[in-house]
């Protein structure tokens, strides 16, 4: 079976570079173009449901996936991104002036303990256990994901065995497909980052504040 990994659509808290965390942005008027993109691109794809963060950029880039096949997206908690409440709204350079120590701490240890701040490390564990669940209920027919960069980052680092430092070396964009195939107990990576199906000459490329740690 396949499994597509999307990046929600784009937010305008993304082109400012700012934290969203849990945060619940709406997508703007180029994430809404992209989701419809996305929907037209899967048209191509036989996929049996389609799984999405609760987040409204999440969901809402979802939805143009699911018309498809006639169904509503799947909600599933586990899919969130990273909680960093300590962080949300601030853009990256206020970050690193306000929490040096903080931020340097989370960026080198993946089970650094921060109030405020999911560890990458749990953000990882979060995300297998809710891929496993996901797989386990889709009987080996392809499915849809649809979440955030630092959970997807983490999913990849796991299906390579890579240390969860690896992760700010993905160039991950909104929109974005990666492909896994779960075949005889194994996960592999297909492919990365896909974005083909994006108008080239609207596809933007800010950098993400995760490659920043």
Known sequence: MKIFLIRHGMT?????????????????????????NLGKRFKREKYSKVYASPLSRAYNTALEISKNINKKPIIH?????????LWNGYHIDEVKENFPEEFKLWGNDPWAYIKGVESMAEVQARGVKALKEIVNNTYNENVVIVSHALLIRSLICWVLNLPLNQHRNFMLDNASVTTIEFENNRYRLINLNETWHLDIERIIHPKTVEEEI
């Open 77 to 85: 908690e586990g899919l969130k991104e990273a909680h960093v409440e």
């Open 12 to 36: 305008d808290w993304n082109l400012k570079r700012k934290w969203q965390g849990t945060v619940d942005i709406e997508l703007n008027d180029i994430g809404k173009e992209q989701a419809r």
